[in-house]
T-cell receptor
Framework: GENVEQHPSTLSVQEGDSAVIKCTYS??????FPWYKQELGKGPQLIID?????GEKKDQRIAVTLNKTAKHFSLHITETQPEDSAVYFC?????????????FGTGTRLTIIP | GAVVSQHPSWVICKSGTSVKIECRSL??????MFWYRQFPKQSLMLMAT?????????EQGVEKDKFLINHASLTLSTLTVTSAHPEDSSFYIC???????????FGQGTRLTVV
């Protein structure tokens, strides 16, 4: 089955700097790669996703890049703000759609230092 | 986006008792509900997938007689932890979707503490 590895497990950055979180996956059949933000005591919320036919996607301060050959994808957050502090999870699915089973990474606890 | 409402948000129960967690889809009909368990500082592990009107499919290693899942309607799915033990203490989260929807939505999660 699919295995998703995520690094780093914790990340602290100064407010205003950029943060990068990386994930690798094992199943070459995976086509859908979402990123979730989870605040303490809450369920994860989708913040951005990318499909295998696209190499990069951007939404304001958040961007995701995908390298299918190397089987890795990354989340980039620019101009970080204190409210970006949370746990971030990457995930992968063999489906083209976001309503199927997902395999999650182990999570990254991001702390923004004011 | 669509909303999945999960209750309770937290519950404390005694060992040996059962606890029911509910997930309701408020503005769509959830044909499929995924149930996850998350231990502190760990990732989300899929426990089972339920489809409305049929039996749930459990992941390997998850006891179906201990974690009873019911998905009797398109707006309600429940997870009952039977004969709970302290090791069942965890954060349980549902994620609902429907055919034609290109996304699934998480509930808010339930923190279960068994004492």
């Amino acid at each position: 089955g699919e295995n998703v590895e995520q690094h780093p497990s914790t990340l602290s950055v100064q407010e205003g700097d950029s943060a990068v979180i990386k994930c690798t996956y094992s199943d070459s059949a995976s086509n859908y790669f979402p990123w979730y933000k989870q605040e303490l005591g809450k369920g994860p919320q989708l913040i951005i996703d990318i499909r295998s036919n696209v190499g990069e996607k951007k939404d304001q301060r958040i961007a995701v890049t995908l390298n299918k050959t190397a089987k890795h994808f990354s989340l980039h957050i620019t101009e970080t703000q204190p409210e970006d502090s949370a746990v971030y999870f990457c995930a992968a699915s063999a489906s083209n759609f976001g309503n199927e089973k997902l395999t999650f990474g182990t999570g990254t606890r991001l702390t923004i230092i004011p | 986006g669509a909303v999945v409402s999960q209750h309770p948000s937290w519950v404390i129960c005694k060992s040996g008792t059962s606890v029911k967690i509910e997930c309701r889809s408020l503005d769509f009909q959830a044909t499929t509900m995924f149930w996850y368990r998350q231990f502190p500082k760990q990732s989300l592990m899929l426990m089972a997938t339920s489809n409305e009107g049929s039996k749930a499919t459990y992941e390997q290693g998850v006891e179906k007689d201990k974690f009873l899942i019911n998905h009797a309607s398109l707006t309600l799915s429940t997870l009952t932890v039977t004969s709970a033990h302290p090791e069942d203490s965890s954060f349980y989260i549902c994620r609902g979707t429907t055919r034609g929807l290109d996304e699934a939505f998480f509930g808010q999660g339930t923190r279960l503490t068994v004492v």
